[in-house]
């Protein structure tokens, strides 16, 4: 098995681990890596180092100020507070560290989750409401209230699948930022969604692939959909961090989850239900203001509150897949005693 790897050309590699040496430190805007294994090897992370570490005696002295100056160096910015630390976890630990993501950088996170669903969900309710407005159309000029048409249902299927889309992109580059605050780094919001963007072909075919076993599901008015979902939650994680294809991906997250097949089902099933409940608390306002809005501004009013809604519990949702990633590799493969071991043989080099 191979472990997470940083490149220090300074310090001897340890043995099997793959991981060498102390996290280089450079400037800060360097993309932080977090390599797991099978993955190939990435460009170095940059890291604040902790307070009293080795590390920190390497790093260069901060700049004084001189008299009759000021120091215009910019100060690190340390690494934020991990949301839950890297052990086996608890359905409590990552349900609350998925709220503990967006709390140990709220700017950063919903700037991801701005560049990325913002644009999506603006698209999606554009052609749900596209297809509504041209159904009812098509129904008052065939002189009944049932019209149909193919623009009516394709808008709202295609809404439905950029929708899932976005979740799957936002997944990977929430993946992203959390992998690098293990690693013991930091990223931009920008840096994360475009290491993501470098993984979208993957991402791309993985859903692809991920989709017909998806409508499956539903097709049993969504009765299968326990047993799948929770087998493919971890692929938009598994394809970014481990640098995995569209193939490899769903198959590594495959066989991860079965495993522990009950337990990823009862977080998945937790983690529905909290999304559903704070989705319609936070859309009870917009609903009323829809109800009493004018008939041009209530869908506007609506699809806001929709968008509103899902900007919040977005994060939260690829938050705990992106939890329950790493749980399954620390209680299935030693991740942690492994990163735990590499960094005592660090420090001693």
């Given at each position: 098995?191979?472990?997470?790897?940083?490149?220090?050309?300074?310090?001897?590699?340890?043995?099997?681990t793959?991981?060498?040496?102390?996290?280089?430190?450079?400037?800060?805007?360097?993309?932080?890596?977090?390599?797991?294994?099978?993955?190939p090897?990435?460009?170095?992370?940059?890291?604040?180092?902790?307070?009293?570490?080795?590390?920190?005696?390497?790093?260069?002295?901060?700049?004084?100020?001189?008299?009759?100056?000021?120091?215009?160096?910019?100060?690190?910015?340390?690494?934020?507070?991990?949301?839950?630390?890297?052990?086996?976890?608890?359905?409590?630990?990552?349900?609350?560290?998925?709220?503990?993501?967006?709390?140990?950088?709220?700017?950063?996170?919903?700037?991801?989750?701005?560049?990325?669903?913002?644009?999506?969900e603006?698209?999606?309710a554009?052609?749900?409401?596209?297809?509504?407005?041209?159904?009812?159309?098509?129904g008052?000029?065939?002189?009944?209230?049932?019209?149909?048409s193919?623009?009516?249902?394709?808008?709202?299927?295609?809404?439905?699948?950029?929708?899932?889309?976005?979740?799957?992109?936002?997944?990977?580059?929430?993946?992203?930022?959390?992998?690098?605050?293990?690693?013991?780094?930091?990223?931009?919001?920008?840096?994360?969604?475009?290491?993501?963007?470098?993984?979208?072909?993957?991402?791309?075919?993985?859903f692809?692939?991920?989709?017909?076993?998806?409508?499956?599901?539903?097709?049993?008015?969504?009765?299968?959909?326990?047993?799948?979902?929770?087998?493919?939650?971890?692929?938009?994680?598994?394809?970014?961090?481990?640098?995995?294809?569209p193939?490899?991906?769903?198959?590594?997250?495959?066989?991860?989850?079965?495993?522990?097949?009950?337990?990823?089902?009862?977080?998945?099933?937790?983690?529905?239900?909290?999304?559903?409940?704070?989705?319609?608390?936070?859309?009870?306002?917009?609903?009323?203001?829809?109800?009493?809005?004018?008939?041009?501004?209530?869908?506007?009013?609506?699809?806001?509150g929709?968008?509103f809604?899902?900007?919040?519990?977005?994060?939260?949702?690829?938050?705990?897949?992106?939890?329950?990633?790493?749980?399954?590799?620390?209680?299935?493969?030693?991740?942690?005693?492994?990163?735990?071991?590499?960094?005592?043989?660090?420090?001693?080099?």
């Amino acid at each position: 098995m191979s472990g997470w790897t940083a490149d220090n050309d300074n310090a001897p590699s340890a043995a099997g681990t793959g991981w060498s040496g102390a996290p280089p430190v450079g400037p800060p805007d360097e993309s932080p890596a977090w390599a797991a294994p099978e993955a190939p090897a990435v460009e170095p992370a940059w890291a604040v180092p902790e307070v009293g570490t080795a590390e920190a005696a390497l790093a260069p002295a901060p700049a004084t100020p001189t008299p009759g100056g000021w120091d215009d160096s910019p100060e690190p910015i340390p690494p934020p507070v991990l949301p839950v630390a890297l052990r086996a976890m608890t359905s409590t630990d990552i349900l609350d560290g998925a709220w503990g993501i967006i709390k140990a950088r709220p700017k950063t996170v919903f700037a991801i989750t701005a560049m990325i669903l913002l644009p999506t969900e603006i698209l999606a309710a554009w052609l749900a409401q596209s297809g509504s407005a041209f159904t009812d159309l098509s129904g008052a000029l065939a002189g009944n209230g049932t019209g149909s048409s193919v623009l009516g249902g394709g808008g709202v299927v295609v809404a439905a699948l950029i929708q899932n889309l976005s979740l799957f992109l936002l997944g990977g580059a929430i993946a992203r930022l959390v992998s690098s605050w293990y690693a013991g780094g930091d990223m931009t919001a920008r840096q994360a969604v475009g290491a993501t963007l470098q993984r979208a072909p993957a991402l791309l075919g993985a859903f692809a692939i991920l989709l017909p076993v998806k409508l499956a599901g539903l097709a049993t008015c969504g009765l299968a959909l326990p047993f799948i979902v929770p087998m493919m939650m971890l692929t938009a994680p598994a394809i970014v961090i481990e640098g995995l294809g569209p193939i490899a991906g769903p198959l590594r997250s495959l066989r991860l989850a079965r495993r522990r097949y009950w337990p990823c089902v009862g977080v998945w099933a937790l983690a529905l239900v909290i999304e559903l409940t704070v989705n319609l608390a936070l859309s009870v306002v917009p609903t009323l203001v829809a109800s009493i809005a004018p008939g041009p501004l209530a869908p506007a009013v609506a699809a806001a509150g929709t968008v509103f809604s899902a900007f919040v519990t977005a994060p939260f949702v690829v938050g705990v897949c992106v939890l329950l990633y790493l749980d399954l590799r620390v209680r299935t493969e030693g991740l942690d005693l492994e990163l735990d071991a590499t960094a005592v043989f660090a420090r001693a080099a």
